[in-house]
Protein backbone atom coordinates (compact mmCIF):
# COMPACT_ATOMS: atom_id res chain seq x y z
CA UNK A 1 0.00 0.00 0.00
CA UNK A 2 0.99 3.14 -1.29
CA UNK A 3 1.04 6.10 1.00
CA UNK A 4 0.82 9.75 -0.05
CA UNK A 5 1.22 13.12 1.56
CA UNK A 6 0.83 15.78 -0.56
CA UNK A 7 1.71 19.39 0.39
CA UNK A 8 0.43 22.84 -0.59
CA UNK A 9 3.63 25.20 -1.12
CA UNK A 10 2.52 28.87 -0.28
CA UNK A 11 1.29 29.40 3.22
CA UNK A 12 2.05 25.60 4.14
CA UNK A 13 5.69 24.67 3.21
CA UNK A 14 7.04 28.47 3.28
CA UNK A 15 5.73 31.74 4.44
CA UNK A 16 5.91 33.86 0.66
CA UNK A 17 3.13 36.24 1.23
CA UNK A 18 5.55 39.33 1.15
CA UNK A 19 7.22 38.49 -2.18
CA UNK A 20 3.41 37.67 -3.66
CA UNK A 21 1.96 40.77 -2.50
CA UNK A 22 5.22 42.98 -3.76
CA UNK A 23 4.77 41.23 -7.26
CA UNK A 24 1.06 41.58 -7.48
CA UNK A 25 1.24 45.30 -6.52
CA UNK A 26 3.89 45.67 -9.31
CA UNK A 27 1.87 44.39 -11.66
CA UNK A 28 -1.11 46.20 -10.87
CA UNK A 29 1.01 49.45 -10.88
CA UNK A 30 2.32 48.84 -14.22
CA UNK A 31 -1.14 48.38 -15.54
CA UNK A 32 -1.93 51.73 -13.47
CA UNK A 33 -4.35 50.22 -11.33
CA UNK A 34 -4.92 50.40 -7.88
CA UNK A 35 -3.31 47.51 -6.04
CA UNK A 36 -5.71 45.52 -3.69
CA UNK A 37 -5.16 45.96 0.04
CA UNK A 38 -2.37 42.78 0.91
CA UNK A 39 -5.60 41.11 3.24
CA UNK A 40 -7.08 40.57 -0.57
CA UNK A 41 -4.01 39.42 -2.46
CA UNK A 42 -3.48 36.76 0.74
CA UNK A 43 -6.70 35.53 -0.42
CA UNK A 44 -6.00 34.38 -3.23
CA UNK A 45 -2.82 32.52 -2.73
CA UNK A 46 -2.84 29.35 -4.31
CA UNK A 47 -5.03 29.78 -6.97
CA UNK A 48 -2.74 30.03 -10.58
CA UNK A 49 -2.46 33.41 -11.74
CA UNK A 50 -5.03 34.27 -14.21
CA UNK A 51 -7.85 32.97 -11.91
CA UNK A 52 -6.46 35.18 -9.38
CA UNK A 53 -6.16 37.94 -10.94
CA UNK A 54 -9.44 37.45 -11.99
CA UNK A 55 -10.62 37.65 -8.68
CA UNK A 56 -8.95 40.33 -7.90
CA UNK A 57 -10.04 42.33 -10.92
CA UNK A 58 -13.65 41.11 -11.56
CA UNK A 59 -14.60 43.52 -13.77
CA UNK A 60 -11.77 43.20 -16.10
CA UNK A 61 -11.73 41.18 -19.49
CA UNK A 62 -10.05 38.12 -20.09
CA UNK A 63 -7.38 39.36 -21.95
CA UNK A 64 -6.16 42.13 -19.58
CA UNK A 65 -6.14 38.95 -16.79
CA UNK A 66 -3.77 37.34 -18.68
CA UNK A 67 -1.83 40.42 -19.52
CA UNK A 68 -1.61 41.36 -15.98
CA UNK A 69 -0.19 37.49 -15.14
CA UNK A 70 2.35 38.15 -17.61
CA UNK A 71 2.79 41.34 -15.51
CA UNK A 72 3.30 39.55 -12.73
CA UNK A 73 5.65 36.72 -13.53
CA UNK A 74 8.31 39.36 -15.12
CA UNK A 75 8.19 41.20 -11.78
CA UNK A 76 8.90 38.28 -9.51
CA UNK A 77 11.45 37.32 -11.46
CA UNK A 78 13.34 40.75 -11.59
CA UNK A 79 13.18 40.81 -7.90
CA UNK A 80 14.62 37.73 -7.52
CA UNK A 81 17.42 38.87 -10.30
CA UNK A 82 18.15 41.58 -8.93
CA UNK A 83 17.81 39.94 -4.98
CA UNK A 84 15.68 41.73 -3.78
CA UNK A 85 13.20 38.93 -2.89
CA UNK A 86 12.30 38.36 0.88
CA UNK A 87 13.48 35.56 2.33
CA UNK A 88 10.70 32.41 2.11
CA UNK A 89 11.20 30.65 5.14
CA UNK A 90 9.86 27.01 5.57
CA UNK A 91 6.72 27.45 8.56
CA UNK A 92 8.13 25.85 11.94
CA UNK A 93 8.51 21.93 12.16
CA UNK A 94 7.55 21.81 8.39
CA UNK A 95 11.71 20.13 7.89
CA UNK A 96 10.74 18.06 10.72
CA UNK A 97 7.58 16.56 9.41
CA UNK A 98 8.67 16.01 5.84
CA UNK A 99 11.82 14.00 7.41
CA UNK A 100 9.83 11.96 10.12
CA UNK A 101 6.52 11.00 7.35
CA UNK A 102 10.02 9.69 4.49
CA UNK A 103 11.20 7.84 7.18
CA UNK A 104 7.92 6.12 7.77
CA UNK A 105 7.78 5.03 4.44
CA UNK A 106 5.62 7.53 3.19
CA UNK A 107 5.68 8.92 -0.75
CA UNK A 108 5.60 12.82 -0.53
CA UNK A 109 4.78 15.40 -3.48
CA UNK A 110 3.30 18.93 -3.83
CA UNK A 111 0.42 20.40 -5.62
CA UNK A 112 0.94 24.21 -5.88
CA UNK A 113 -0.25 27.22 -8.34
CA UNK A 114 3.28 27.78 -8.57
CA UNK A 115 5.27 27.48 -11.58
CA UNK A 116 7.44 24.73 -12.32
CA UNK A 117 10.15 26.99 -12.01
CA UNK A 118 9.01 28.89 -9.04
CA UNK A 119 8.38 25.35 -6.96
CA UNK A 120 12.11 24.40 -8.27
CA UNK A 121 13.57 27.15 -6.39
CA UNK A 122 11.87 26.38 -2.94
CA UNK A 123 12.83 23.09 -2.99
CA UNK A 124 16.27 23.58 -4.20
CA UNK A 125 16.71 26.41 -2.04
CA UNK A 126 15.25 24.74 1.00
CA UNK A 127 17.15 21.13 0.44
CA UNK A 128 14.05 19.21 0.34
CA UNK A 129 14.20 18.47 -4.07
CA UNK A 130 15.17 14.86 -2.65
CA UNK A 131 11.98 14.31 -0.83
CA UNK A 132 9.16 14.28 -3.16
CA UNK A 133 8.73 11.97 -5.94
CA UNK A 134 5.92 13.74 -7.68
CA UNK A 135 5.24 17.84 -8.42
CA UNK A 136 2.42 18.78 -9.99
CA UNK A 137 2.04 22.97 -10.25
CA UNK A 138 0.13 25.28 -12.42
CA UNK A 139 2.13 24.91 -15.09
CA UNK A 140 0.63 21.74 -16.45
CA UNK A 141 -2.64 22.30 -14.19
CA UNK A 142 -6.29 23.60 -14.01
CA UNK A 143 -5.94 26.30 -11.16
CA UNK A 144 -7.24 24.63 -7.77
CA UNK A 145 -9.92 23.37 -6.65
CA UNK A 146 -10.11 21.26 -9.51
CA UNK A 147 -8.70 17.94 -8.93
CA UNK A 148 -6.62 17.69 -11.64
CA UNK A 149 -3.22 18.00 -10.22
CA UNK A 150 -3.97 15.94 -7.08
CA UNK A 151 -5.27 13.63 -9.22
CA UNK A 152 -2.16 13.47 -11.67
CA UNK A 153 0.19 13.15 -8.48
CA UNK A 154 -1.83 10.32 -6.98
CA UNK A 155 -1.27 8.02 -10.33
CA UNK A 156 2.39 9.40 -10.74
CA UNK A 157 2.73 7.96 -6.94
CA UNK A 158 1.30 4.91 -7.14
CA UNK A 159 -1.15 5.76 -4.59
CA UNK A 160 -4.83 5.84 -4.17
CA UNK A 161 -7.15 8.69 -3.27
CA UNK A 162 -8.27 6.48 -0.34
CA UNK A 163 -4.37 6.43 0.80
CA UNK A 164 -3.64 10.12 -0.18
CA UNK A 165 -3.71 13.38 1.74
CA UNK A 166 -4.07 16.46 0.89
CA UNK A 167 -2.39 19.16 3.31
CA UNK A 168 -2.82 22.97 2.33
CA UNK A 169 -3.94 26.44 4.04
CA UNK A 170 -6.46 27.40 1.51
CA UNK A 171 -10.16 26.16 1.32
CA UNK A 172 -8.94 25.77 -2.50
CA UNK A 173 -6.65 22.83 -0.78
CA UNK A 174 -9.31 21.34 1.13
CA UNK A 175 -12.09 21.62 -1.92
CA UNK A 176 -9.58 20.00 -4.30
CA UNK A 177 -8.94 16.95 -2.25
CA UNK A 178 -12.54 16.58 -1.51
CA UNK A 179 -13.12 16.46 -5.20
CA UNK A 180 -10.21 14.20 -5.56
CA UNK A 181 -11.67 11.88 -2.71
CA UNK A 182 -8.54 12.20 -0.96
CA UNK A 183 -8.12 13.33 3.10
CA UNK A 184 -7.99 17.03 3.42
CA UNK A 185 -6.24 18.28 6.31
CA UNK A 186 -5.74 22.18 6.87
CA UNK A 187 -2.83 23.76 8.10
CA UNK A 188 -3.43 27.28 10.68
CA UNK A 189 -0.66 28.73 9.70
CA UNK A 190 -1.76 29.85 6.28
CA UNK A 191 -3.91 32.38 4.51
CA UNK A 192 -7.38 31.45 5.21
CA UNK A 193 -9.08 30.68 8.68
CA UNK A 194 -9.71 27.32 10.45
CA UNK A 195 -13.31 28.06 10.48
CA UNK A 196 -12.96 28.10 6.51
CA UNK A 197 -11.25 25.02 6.20
CA UNK A 198 -13.27 22.78 8.30
CA UNK A 199 -16.12 24.55 6.16
CA UNK A 200 -14.58 23.09 3.45
CA UNK A 201 -14.13 19.72 4.88
CA UNK A 202 -11.46 19.36 6.08
CA UNK A 203 -11.44 16.45 8.72
CA UNK A 204 -8.54 18.44 10.76
CA UNK A 205 -6.64 21.59 11.06
CA UNK A 206 -3.44 21.98 12.60
CA UNK A 207 -1.62 24.49 14.27
CA UNK A 208 1.61 23.53 14.22
CA UNK A 209 3.55 20.70 11.55
CA UNK A 210 4.97 18.52 14.19
CA UNK A 211 1.69 17.25 14.63
CA UNK A 212 1.45 16.51 11.06
CA UNK A 213 2.84 12.49 11.24
CA UNK A 214 0.68 11.71 13.85
CA UNK A 215 -2.72 12.83 12.36
CA UNK A 216 -1.83 11.11 9.20
CA UNK A 217 -0.92 7.90 10.61
CA UNK A 218 -4.46 7.58 12.37
CA UNK A 219 -6.08 8.30 9.17
Known amino acids: MTRLAVFDCDGTLVD ?14 EHRLEPPGREAIRRIVG ?27 QAFWRMRSDRSLDPEPLFDGVAEA ?5 AAGWQLGVATGK ?10 HHGLTHRFVT ?18 AIAEAGASPETTAMIGDTSFDIEMAVAAGAHPIGVAWGYHEAAELHAAGARGVLTHARDLPALLEAL
Open 16 to 29: SQANICRAMEACFA
Open 47 to 73: LSLVPAIAQLLPDAEAGQHAAMADAYK
Open 98 to 102: IETLY
Open 135 to 152: LQTADRHPSKPHPAMLDA
Open 115 to 124: SDRGLSHILE
